[in-house]
């Protein structure tokens, strides 16, 4: 039996609080806000479920050119879309309204997510893959599905105080590639949470923070 990498077991932890805190949620909580402006639970659910079927064809679609991004690079390509972002918040409330019931979405949410995983567990980390026009090493790649499934995990619970936050090992992970984009640690005395919300542009910085940031704070959001 192969052993998973760390990157696999890293995502495998981050997608299973992701997975937990939606199979605790009812029909009525579904309609719940999140941080995701226009979106409720559910249609984070399936934005969510597009960026895992994403993940299983990239682990599937190998890749010969040398790798153009890692784990921290890839994110470097966010500029704000208005337009796009529209047109994608769109897409996504009507195409999860065409669930009829919030089980059969969360359930294929949750499937999908284990089915990345099943094939995650077994990817040799240093294995080129390809994905949205790049090409980065299946560890890589790991490493942002992490980041994507942390940080919205932070934007489903804003309006469920009683559910469980995203896995520690994820937002570590957030954390780690905030201070790559940067180049250097930055908010050092700020809590995991706090930096991710701040640095991907989900909470406005106090004043305080403003001034441990200095010039670095002209730069925040990171990405979005």
């Known amino acids: 039996m192969t052993t998973p990498s760390p990157f696999a077991t890293l ?21 719940n806000p999140t941080g995701c402006h226009g979106w409720a639970v559910r249609d984070l659910a399936y934005h969510h479920l597009l960026d895992a079927q994403r993940a299983l064809v990239a682990l599937h ?50 499937e999908t997510c284990l089915a990345v995983l099943d094939v995650a567990r077994s990817a040799v980390p ?25 940080i919205h995990h932070l934007d489903l619970t804003t309006d469920l105080p009683e559910a469980r936050g995203p896995a520690p090992a994820g937002l570590a992970e957030v954390r780690r ?10 908010a050092t005395s700020w809590a995991d949470e706090r930096y991710a919300r701040v640095a991907t542009g989900r909470a406005r910085p106090s004043e305080d923070e403003l001034r441990e940031l200095g010039p670095l704070a002209e730069r925040f959001p990171l990405f979005s």
């Open 61 to 110: 679609t190998p890749a010969e050119a040398p790798a153009d991004r890692d784990a921290v690079s890839y994110w470097q390509d966010w500029t704000p879309d208005p337009v796009g972002a529209a047109n994608h918040r769109r897409f996504v409330r009507v195409v999860a309204s065409m669930f009829s019931r919030w089980d059969q979405l969360r359930d294929l949410h949750a």
């Open 126 to 150: 240093e294995r080129l893959v390809r994905t949205q026009g790049h090409v980065l090493t299946a560890g890589d790649l790991l490493s942002t599905l992490c980041v994507e499934v942390t």
């Open 177 to 186: 590639v905030l201070d790559g984009l940067v180049g250097e640690p930055v």
């Open 11 to 31: 995502l495998e932890e981050s997608y299973d609080a992701f997975v937990g805190v939606l199979r605790e949620v009812d029909d009525e909580h579904s309609w």
